[in-house]
């Protein structure tokens, strides 16, 4: 493992997706046993995306608790079949929350008449039970959950809202093999903001694979802004980056 820290945020870059998934979760337990010694539960944010597989099979594994954790979700498509398979809350029930006995499963739906009401529904859950860790990823165009470079904003004054995905965030979908092909893919979903994901005390942050490498450049070289809005992880007191080979192959040269 090698290691580096870019302004607040702490870097660090694994042989491959294994032993980086390995470690983001060895680090995600250590810290929920350490909250939970602290506090009667803890309450974490998960992205659903393919890039997360490796970090949740190994999280399974892991001495927690699970009856004390609280689950949210980060973001949700906007009039997609309930039962379809590439609904981030179908995928994390697949992959995670059906898994492990969580105390609560709190779940975005983008099927509602009223999206306005919905996100103000999830907007209060989440102050209620208040975020003590993220753990996230970011998209080839930088986005963290959907929160899209023409969309974010740092000082959001939502915690979630509605928006339209770019091409560049659709397109993923399809890299990703979620869907056949970019007409497939929905054009608008719910999101966690900007605000809502990064007031989280910890962020741990997985980012695997060749497709992700110019995203993991300019997060680590733009200036930061909302333009490349994983840039300001930078700023975050408590978030760690972690990499395999093939995403951090365009910031080699550049590791001290």
Known sequence: MREFIKDKLIVRIFDNRN??????????????????SQQPFVNIIFGAAPSQNEFFAALLKKNIDWSRLNAFHMDEYVNLAADAPQG??????????????????????????DYEAECLRYSKLLKEFETDI????????????????????????????????????????????????????????LTLTLPALLKAPYAFCTVPAEKKAKAVFHTLNEEISDNFPSTLLRKHKNA???????SSAQIKPNIP
């Open 19 to 36: 032993l980086m998934g390995e470690a983001v979760a060895y680090a995600v337990s250590e810290r929920v046993n350490k909250l939970l």
């Open 88 to 113: 981030f809350g179908n995928f994390l029930k697949e992959h995670l929350f059906d898994l492990a006995p969580f105390n609560t499963l709190n779940y975005i739906d983008g099927n509602v008449n």
């Open 134 to 189: 993220v753990c996230l990823g970011i998209g080839e165009n930088t986005h963290l959950a959907f929160n899209d470079p023409h969309v974010a904003n740092e000082n959001d004054p939502y915690f979630v809202k509605c928006v339209d995905l770019d091409e560049t965030c659709r397109t993923q979908q399809v890299n990703d093999g979620c869907f056949k092909h970019i007409d497939d893919v929905p054009t608008h979903a």
């Open 240 to 246: 760690v980056l972690f990499l395999d080979d093939k």
